[in-house]
């Protein structure tokens, strides 16, 4: 039986060389087919597996930029609220230095003798806190909320 064999690029049509040669060369290239095949595989797995990464960063992105409003909220909320019981203070304070006045009046004009306590200023040690003090911007229908 006769062989058929395709066209040679060289030298006589029986060479044994010319047809190691061939089979060496399709061997390559069926060898680098596989390869580049593989590589664009692991390339598509890279991208999902980023993409992916990218979703989930997101998510938790989002997640994270939630719950910082949520809590600056609350600071706010509570930082307001400061405010309020600093306003409360103070006034609370002046009426009671008032009605000790009043007890110091009653003591001079009617001779009883009244124990009247001395009142520390809430604004100089308020519960150890270390922080400024800024001022209060109070005004009458702050109360009403």
Known sequence: MASIQGPASSGSDGDPRSATFED?????????????????MK????????????????IANAQLVQSINAKEQAYLANESLNNV??????????RLRSLNSVLQIIEEVSGF????????????NPMQFHRPIYPIMASADMFLH
């Open 24 to 40: 060496r060369k399709r061997k390559r290239m069926l060898s680098n087919r596989e390869s580049a095949r593989r590589s664009r």
């Open 43 to 58: 390339k598509q797995k890279q991208v999902e597996d980023l993409t992916s990464e990218v979703s989930r960063l997101q």
């Open 85 to 94: 019981l600093r306003a409360q203070t103070m006034e609370l304070t002046d």
């Open 113 to 124: 003798s009244v124990d009247i306590p001395e009142i520390p200023d809430p604004m100089m």
